[in-house]
C-alpha cells in the first residue's frame, strides 16, 4: 500500500489514489489456499501435484494477509477477496467439519451409540454444516442440535445396539443433506434481520395476528423495485397498526411514491414522517430517516438528506441493522463522491464499509467500494492502474451474481470497467460489458445510466462502426433530451446536462464523421434549445459527465409526455423539436416539430443563415443560402482557438474565477477598450477571429454585397461563440477592407424551437412610440458606488412616461400593464439598468434584470402567465440597455464561461411578447457614448422601419467616427444586436 494516511487531507488522499495501484497484488502470480482448494474440486492436478502447491498457497496467503483491509488502511481488492473466498471454501467448511462433526460425534457417545455409529454420524452432520457454508461460529452452535441430538435420538429410539444401525444412517444422512442444505444456505446468506429494526413485542404480536409477513413484504417491495404493489400490502396492516408503526409505514409509502415519480406526494409524507419522530425507537428512527433521505436526495434537496443519514447513522445498530447501517454509509459517500473536495472523508467512509466487507464475507459490498476507489482514482488521474484492477475485476462483473447487489449498482460498475478499458484502447470488452449494463438495466426505470452505457458503447464502436455508433449516440441523445422535462428538481440539472453535452459531442463528430450534412445541421440548432456546456475537452468531460449520470440517478417524474410536462427543473415550458427537410434524429419529434428551413423563410425570406459551435476542440458550422442550400464544415481547434480565445480575452466576459470588475478593467484596457490609439490591435484582433470563424462561403457573399444593398444575415452561434459581436468583423486583409456591418443587416436567432414554441404574426404599425421607460430599477440610496448607475438614467426624449430608480416586482408589473392598456401592443418599452446573471449553474434561467432589494426579473418570471397573457407583457419592441441583456451567459459548472442556451433575459422578453429586441452580448462599460448609443437606437425605434436596420444605422456612424479618428469605444458600438422574437409556428407531423 501507498505510503501515508490517505484519510488524513485531500492532498494525502488523492495521492494515495494515484500511487494506489503500483503495489497491488498480482492475482496472477499468488497462489492461495482457495486455489488449491479449486484445484482439488476440479481435479485440475492430480492429488500429489496439487499437494505440492501447498506451500506456494501458504506462501501467498502471507501476501494476502499484507496487503488485506485492516483497521488501519484500504487493502487491495485481490487480497480482500481472496481472504473472502479463502473463508467461504477453506476455513469455514474445515471448521465445521471439524467442530461440527466432533460434537455431533460426542453427544451420540453420550446417547449410548457404538463407536463406530457414533463417527459416522458425526461425519454425516459434518459434511451437511460444510455444505451450507455456514460461518464456523453459527455452526460450532447450530450443527449438533439441528441435526446431531435429533438423529441420534432416533438411532436410540429404534435400533439401538443394532448391526444395521450404520446402514439406517447413511440413506438418513443423504437425504437430510439434501433436504436441509437449500434452506441452510438461504437462512446463512439471506438478509433474516431485513425488518428486525421493529421492536419484538410488535412483531410478535402482529405475527400472532398474521400481521407480520404481510408488513413485511409491503415494506420490502416500498425500497426495492415493486413499488406499484407495495400499497396493497400496506393498506392491509395500517388501520390496525401500533404508533411505532406508522411512521415506518408512511416512510415505506413516500419511497414507493418517489419512485413511482410522485415526487409531491412523497414529501409531503416525508414532511409528515420527519415530523413525527419523537418517542420513537432509535432504531425504527433510524430506518425511517434513511428511507426519507432517499425522497429528499431525489427532490433535490441534498442538505436535508445529509442532515437525515447522519442522523440515520446515529439510530441504526452496525451490527443488528448491517444492511440498513450500509446503505446509510454508502449513501453518503454517493452524496460526497462526486464532490469537489472531501476525499479524505469519503475514503473514510470507503475504509469502514470495505472492512465490514471483509468481515461480513460480503464480495457484493466488496466491489462496490472497489468501484468507487476506481473512480476515484480515474479521476485523480491513475489511468494505467485503474487499467489493470478493471480488467481483473471483468470476471466479477460480467453477470449479475452477487447477493446485495442491485441492477443498476452492477450497471454502474461495468459502464465504469467500460470506460477504463476504452481509456486503455480495450473496445471489444469494453463495449462488451457496456452492453452487459444496458442488460442489467432493462426494465428499471433509469434512463440517464442508459443513455450513459449507450454513450460508452458509441464511444466504443466509434473506430470500427461509426454507423452504428451514431445510433445508439442518438438514442442516448433522445433519451436525455427527454428526460429534461422530467426530472424532479432543479438540483439534478447539472447531472443532466453534462451527459447531455457528452452525447451532443460524440453525436456531432460521428455526423460528421459520416458526412451526413443535415443530421451536423440539425445537431447545431438543437443545441440551442436545451442546456449543454459545452467543454473543449470532450473526451475527459464525456467521462465525468457518464460516472456522474451513474452515480447520481434520480427517479423520474413519470413517463409523461414532453409536451404536457413544464417541470420544475425547467424555466421553459416544452419547446418542440426542429427538424431538417421534415427529418428528426437527435430529438424524440413527439408534439408539432418545427422545420427548419421554412421558419427561417418565415423569418427572414431570402436570407443567409449562419450557425456554429466549438465542441471538442473543434469548430463545426453550417450555412444556408437563401437559395436553401446548406453548407457544412469543421475545422480543428488549432486554427480557430488561438484567435477565439484572442477576441474572448478581449471582452469584459468574466474568465473562471474573475470578478465582474476584473473582467471590466482588463477588457477596458484591451483591444477594444477606451484606448483610442489601438486602432491597430483592434483589427487585428477582429481579422484574426473573421478569417478563423467566418465561413468562406459566406465571406464571400458578404464581400460580393454592396453597403447600399445589404445581405440579410441571421446568426445562430452558440456555446462560446454566442455572445461574439461581428458586426465589426473586416471582409478582408486589407486595414480599408469592409466590415460586416456595412455590407450585412445582421439578426441574431434564439433558438427556432423556442420562437415556434411563441409564435406571433409580426405587427406593422406606423409608429412604434415609447410607451413605458424604466431607469435604473435597482438603483437608490443604498446601492453600493460601484454598482451605481450615472449616466444611463438619462430619459428618451420621446418617452411618454417613465420610472427613475427602485422598484419591486409588483409595481413593475403595474407599470407594463398600464404601458399596455394606455396604447396598443405596438410600442417600445425602453429598459436601462443592470442585467446580473445566475450564479447557479442548475438555475441558468435565474439572472435578468436587476430591481429593487437584490430582487430580479428573470427568465422563469417572464414565462409564466396571468389569465390569457403574460404576467409581465412586452410590447412589440424593446430595447434592453443593460450588460449581457442577451442573456446567453451564465456562470457553467466546474468554472466552465458560458451555456450555450437562450434562456436569459432576452428569451423570457420575447417568451412575454416582444417581436423585436435590441440589446447587448456581453456587458458594457457605462460611459456617456454608451447612453448616447443607447438614445439614438431608441429614436430610430419609433419608425416603422426595421429595428435591425434602425441598429445597424447607428453602427454605421460610429464605424464613420472610428474611421475618421474619433474613435468610439468597440467594447460599445460592437456589442449590441437586433434579437429576432417573432418566428413561425410549429407544424403538425
Known sequence: MPAGDPRGSDEAALAW????????????????????????????????????????????QREVRRHRTTPD????????????????????????????????????????????????????SATLAASTQLPARRA????????????????????????????????????????????????????????????????????????????????????????????????????????????VIAAARAVAACRRGETDLALRLVG???????????????????????????????????????????????????????????????????????QASVLRDVHRLRLRAVRRADVGLLNVTETWLLRMALLAGDTDGTLRVARAMLPWS?????????????????????????????????????????????????????????????????GTDPADALAHVLAALRTVQDVRYRLPSAAWRGSWAALHAAAYALALDLAYSVADVLLVVELLEAVKSQSVPLPRDARSAERVAVLDALLNTPVLAGDRDASEAGGAADPLHYVPAVTVARACWSTSGDGHPVDLSPALDAIAPQSWYWSGIVVDGRYYYAVRDPG??????????????????????????????????????????????????????????????????????????????????????????????????????????????????????????????????????????????????????????????????????????????????????????????????????????????????????ADPGGGGLALAGGDRLTLRDLTARSGDGPAYPMPARVLLAGCGSIGVESTGPAGQRQLSEWLGLAAGVIAAGAEDVVCTLHPIPELPETAEFDLSVADLLVLPDDPAAALRTVQLRQLARWRSGDRPVPLVWQAYAHVHGAGPAATEG
Open 17 to 60: 489514489l494515484r500511487e494506489r495501484s503500483a503495489t497491488a497484488l498480482d492475482e496472477d502470480e499468488v497462489v492461495t489456499l482457495a486455489d488449491l482448494a479449486f484445484a482439488l474440486v476440479r481435479g485440475d492436478h492430480p492429488r500429489l501435484a496439487a499437494a505440492g502447491m501447498l506451500g506456494d498457497a501458504v506462501a501467498g
Open 628 to 841: 436553401r442550400g446548406w453548407y457544412v464544415n469543421r475545422k480543428d481547434g488549432a486554427a480557430v482557438l488561438p484567435a477565439l480565445d484572442a477576441l474572448l480575452d478581449a471582452l469584459p466576459v468574466p474568465r473562471p474565477g474573475e470578478s465582474d470588475s476584473a473582467a471590466g478593467h482588463r477588457a477596458g484596457a484591451g483591444p477594444l477598450g477606451r484606448d483610442r490609439t489601438g486602432a491597430g490591435r483592434e483589427l487585428t484582433v477582429l481579422r484574426a477571429a473573421a478569417e478563423a470563424l467566418l465561413p468562406p462561403v459566406l465571406r464571400d457573399a458578404l464581400a460580393g454585397a454592396r453597403p447600399d444593398a445589404p445581405v440579410r444575415l441571421l446568426v445562430g452561434l452558440g456555446g462560446e461563440l454566442a455572445a461574439l459581436p461581428v458586426a465589426g468583423w473586416p471582409l478582408g486583409p486589407a486595414a480599408d477592407a469592409p466590415r460586416l456591418v456595412e455590407h450585412a443587416v445582421v439578426s441574431y436567432t434564439p433558438s427556432i424551437a423556442l420562437l415556434a414554441a411563441v409564435p406571433r404574426q409580426p405587427s406593422a404599425c406606423r409608429r412604434y412610440p415609447i410607451e413605458l421607460a424604466l431607469l435604473g430599477p435597482d438603483q437608490d440610496d443604498r446601492t453600493a458606488a460601484g454598482n451605481r448607475l450615472r449616466h444611463a438614467l438619462t430619459p428618451p426624449g420621446s418617452a411618454r412616461r417613465q420610472h427613475a430608480g427602485a422598484l419591486d416586482k409588483h409595481r413593475l408589473r403595474e407599470l407594463l400593464i398600464e404601458a399596455r392598456d394606455a396604447g396598443s401592443a405596438g410600442h417600445t418599452l425602453y429598459v436601462a439598468g443592470h442585467v446580473v446573471r445566475s450564479e447557479l449553474p
Open 272 to 342: 409528515r414522517v420527519l415530523g413525527g419522530l419523537n418517542g420513537l425507537p432509535p432504531r425504527c428512527a433510524g430506518w425511517v430517516l434513511l428511507q426519507a433521505s432517499d425522497v429528499l436526495v431525489t427532490c433535490g434537496r441534498v442538505a436535508e438528506a445529509e442532515t437525515a443519514i447522519e442522523r440515520a447513522l446515529a439510530g441504526l445498530h452496525p451490527r443488528r441493522d448491517d444492511d440498513w447501517y450500509d446503505q446509510a454509509l454508502g449513501r453518503r459517500v454517493m452524496l460526497h463522491l462526486g464532490a469537489d473536495g472531501g
Open 73 to 124: 488502511r484500504i487493502g487491495d481488492v485481490h487480497a480482500d477477496r481472496a481472504r473472502i473466498i479463502g473463508s467461504w471454501v477453506v476455513w469455514q467448511p474445515l471448521v465445521c467439519r471439524i467442530v461440527t462433526g466432533l460434537l455431533t460425534a460426542l453427544i451420540a457417545a453420550a446417547f449410548g451409540l457404538p463407536f463406530a455409529s457414533s463417527l459416522l454420524l458425526g461425519g454425516a
Open 398 to 462: 460480467r453477470a449479475h451474481t452477487e447477493l446485495g447487489v442491485t441492477s443498476e449498482q452492477l450497471a454502474a460498475r461495468q459502464v465504469l470497467l467500460a470506460q477504463i478499458l476504452l481509456a486503455g484502447a480495450d473496445r471489444d470488452r469494453a463495449v462488451d460489458l457496456a452492453f452487459a449494463a444496458l442488460d442489467a438495466l432493462r426494465g428499471t426505470h433509469q434512463p440517464l445510466a442508459e443513455a450513459a452505457a449507450r454513450v460508452t458503447i458509441a464511444r466504443g464502436l466509434t
Open 140 to 247: 460450532v452452535l447450530w450443527g449438533p442440535w439441528l441435526l446431531g441430538i435429533p438423529c441420534a435420538a432416533l438411532a436410540l429410539w429404534f435400533a439401538r445396539g443394532q448391526w444395521w444401525l450404520g446402514v439406517l444412517l447413511l440413506p438418513a444422512a443423504w437425504t437430510a443433506h439434501h433436504a436441509v442444505t437449500a434452506f441452510a444456505v438461504f437462512f446463512a446468506q439471506g438478509r433474516r434481520h431485513l425488518f428486525g429494526f421493529v421492536p419484538f413485542a410488535v412483531r410478535l404480536r402482529l405475527g400472532l395476528r398474521g400481521r407480520w409477513k404481510v408488513l413485511a413484504t409491503g415494506l420490502d417491495k416500498a425500497v426495492t423495485d415493486d413499488v406499484y404493489r407495495a400499497d396493497r400490502f400496506l393498506d392491509v396492516v395500517a388501520p390496525t397498526a401500533p404508533p411505532v408503526l406508522v411512521p
